[in-house]
């Protein structure tokens, strides 16, 4: 006897009926993903470029913040804006003529000061040998008490317990200044020596880098030239800036606008800020 066996499978056009069917179902599938993933996608792109921006305004708002009151300037050229200020670490009372005590160490703008004492101690923050010391700052066009210029602000040379030494090579920086401008409630503010004045560069319409340079001493008059200094990119290869300072905007307050704009893969993110500088000597 003989047993026939049939065998079972797909035919050609089965399988391509089949291959044809999955392609549709994942190309309909395709469409309802592909928008919400890319959706997706450019919202970690905004986010991500939303807070570079928004760390590199923290950083700027910061350092302006601890300016030296009146030390704040903005200049512009064809590519930059340049934000210049002095930065400072703290500040105290000295120890003046006026203020009741009958010994001690004072700090005379009559006559050249070797060494004065800090009423209730050292800042918190310290006071360090190189360190500069400033005495009622009103900014640049009021010499002597623009410390830019240097005429009221002399560098420590020394410091013992609450008692700062100054420097001997210009212990006549406060008793040759004329008119005296000793200020009014006897503070003075604490410059570090090894940050000195700061500018941050940002370009105004190629995009590039946002960089912050500090050491390079002070100038009289603002440059816009790179300064030769140490350096470090706050935001790097996609930044845009636009700049704006009104030293007095508000009494003894100054506002400084802050406008920031990355741009990454055609798309752009602006914030803006404005930073209160308080200007009181």
């Known amino acids: ?39 997706y996608s450019d919202s970690v ?23 030296l009151p009146n030390s704040v300037r903005v200049a512009s050229d064809a590519t930059n804006f340049y934000l210049e200020f002095i930065m400072t670490s703290g500040g105290g009372r000295y120890r003046d003529v006026s203020d009741g005590s009958s010994s001690g160490n004072f ?4 006559s050249n000061t070797t060494q004065f004492d800090v009423l209730g101690g050292l800042p ?24 830019y210029t240097g005429g009221n602000r002399i560098q420590v040379g020394g410091i013992n317990a609450a008692t700062i030494t100054l420097s001997g090579a210009n212990q006549t920086v406060f008793s040759s200044q004329t008119p005296p401008l000793p200020s009014p409630n006897a ?12 500018t941050y560069i940002c370009p105004r319409q190629i995009i ?14 603002q440059s816009t030239a790179v300064p030769v200094a140490g350096s470090s990119s706050i935001l790097t290869g996609n930044a845009t800036c636009l700049l704006d300072y009104s ?6 307050n100054g506002l400084l606008y802050v406008q920031l704009t990355l741009t990454n893969n055609g798309e752009s993110v602006s914030l803006f800020q404005q930073i209160h500088v308080d200007n009181s000597p």
């Open 107 to 110: 700090l005379s703008f009559n």
């Open 208 to 221: 590039g880098n946002v960089t912050r340079y500090w050491n390079y001493g002070f100038n009289q008059n």
């Open 124 to 147: 918190a923050t310290g006071v360090n040998v190189g360190d500069f010391i400033v005495v009622y700052n009103l900014g640049p066009g009021y010499a002597p008490a623009d410390a």
């Open 1 to 39: 006897m003989i047993t026939s066996k049939t065998q079972r499978g797909f035919t050609l056009v089965e399988a391509i009926i089949v291959i044809v069917i999955t392609g549709i179902l994942a190309a309909i599938v395709g469409i309802f993903i592909a928008k919400p993933a890319q959706g």
């Open 247 to 252: 030293a007095a905007a508000i009494g003894r």
């Open 45 to 67: 792109r905004r986010a991500d470029m939303t807070e570079a921006a928004d760390a590199a305004l923290r950083r700027l708002a910061r350092d302006v913040r601890l300016a």
């Open 187 to 198: 503070r003075f503010q604490v410059v570090p020596g090894n940050v000195q004045a700061v």
